[in-house]
Nanobody, 115 residues
């Protein structure tokens, strides 16, 4: 399984971005997709996840601002990010796995939020 993230960039505080994660290949055991982020000098943080059944979970820091969704027909997972803050600046990576386990990682895409 290969994951390709895209959509990062530079945005002003209060703005929006939508990240995409396109997957190719198949592993029928995958039942959850994740978005992680890692800011400079900080540990990697789980931002959001979505199950194959559509159940979503969010970090408290992004609840009510970020929305994870999936288009199964396109094998793509999205992360809509609204009301962005400078502290959202990080490299965002998508991942795939089952339960709480990550089995496959994609490369990251940089999101920079200016104040």
């Amino acid at each position: 399984v290969q994951l390709q993230a895209s959509g990062g960039g530079l945005v002003q505080a209060g703005g929006s971005l939508r990240l995409s994660c396109a997957s190719s290949g198949s592993d029928f055991n995958i039942n959850r997709m994740f978005w992680y982020r890692q800011a400079p000098g900080k540990q990697r943080e789980l931002v959001a996840s979505i199950t194959s059944g559509g159940t979503t979970n969010y970090a408290d820091s992004v609840k009510d601002r970020f929305t994870i969704s999936r288009d199964s027909a396109k094998n793509t997972v999205y992360l809509q990010m609204n009301s962005l803050k400078p502290e959202d600046t990080a490299v965002y990576s998508c991942a795939a796995g089952g339960g709480t386990l990550v089995w496959y990682w994609g490369q990251g895409t940089l999101v920079t939020v200016s104040s």
